[in-house]
């Protein structure tokens, strides 16, 4: 199978998880290209700073895709959204600084941390019933928020789906609004995240042709085009299916996944 199928395979995956569970699969992405990366030539010990930022630069137009989905339904809260960009944006910069100064492993770990995390978070949290309000939180506290978001989400190669979803749905954001919304921060998080692996990597760190610093653009742009077209399908479904079985298939997959890294950092 061609490193292109892959990517695009990948990117279809991703662009599906984005759309349904405000998750665009960026774990899945991150540990899938960083077992595929040093086939394509790129360094053993540059492969998991490569999988971050060339999955944060595919979710630039995974997000986008599943942002349009969701504003046609009018379930993207803009005002919130306004609040939590500049944070997001800081964030990413900020997160990409201190991921680049972390070795293979180091990263590796965390990844695979977050990944057990999450998946606890998805086999154990409820979620509530749509009440049929429509509210749009917003003010500083959000933009600080953001911030964090986006220094986690650059760390572990994600659009923030799993934190912004559950903050919103706390503050009392109904759960497909929240997807939706966090679609559309996911954005401003893969922008601020891939020009910081893009413009703070050390020279000469990836020397293959289409590197822009850590940012593949091959993987990236391949994952990014098939994402774009399948985003729409996972917000279809978001509409129309009930969430929790599709939660624990999810968890049980991150599961998987952060076990593949853990083990791979012990070898």
Do not use: N
Request: net charge positive; charged share 5%; with cysteine.
């Amino acid at each position: 199978m061609s490193a292109l199928l892959i990517y695009l395979l990948l990117g279809a995956c991703a662009g599906v998880l984005a759309g349904l569970l405000g998750i665009g699969g960026g774990l899945v992405l991150v540990g899938a290209l960083a077992w595929l990366l040093p086939m394509q030539g790129v360094p053993a010990d540059a492969a998991m700073h490569v999988a971050l930022a060339s999955s944060l630069a595919s979710i630039v137009l995974t997000a986008a895709a599943s942002a349009r989905a969701h504003h046609r339904r009018d379930s993207v809260l803009w005002p919130t959204v306004a609040w939590m960009v500049p944070g997001v944006l800081l964030g990413g910069w900020l997160g990409s600084r201190f991921a680049i100064a972390l070795d293979d492993q180091v990263l590796r770990w965390c990844v695979s941390g977050y990944c057990f995390l999450i998946a606890a978070q998805m086999l154990w949290s409820k979620t509530p019933a749509d009440t049929g309000r429509v509210v749009a939180p917003r003010g500083p506290g959000y933009t600080l928020a953001g911030s964090g978001i986006g220094i986690v989400s650059a760390i572990v190669g994600i659009g923030g789906g799993s934190l912004t979803v559950p903050l919103l749905v706390w503050r009392g954001v109904t759960p497909v609004r929240a997807v939706g919304t966090s679609s559309a921060c996911g954005i401003f998080i893969g922008i601020g995240s891939a020009l910081g692996y893009a413009l703070q990597a050390p020279p000469g760190a990836v020397e293959l042709p289409g590197a822009f610093g850590y940012v593949y653009l091959p993987a990236a742009l391949g994952v990014a085009l098939a994402s774009v077209f399948a985003a729409p399908y996972g917000t279809r479904l978001a509409h129309a299916l009930s969430g929790p079985a599709l939660k624990r298939v999810f968890a049980v997959f991150l599961l998987l996944v952060g076990a593949a890294l853990a083990y791979s950092a012990l070898t």
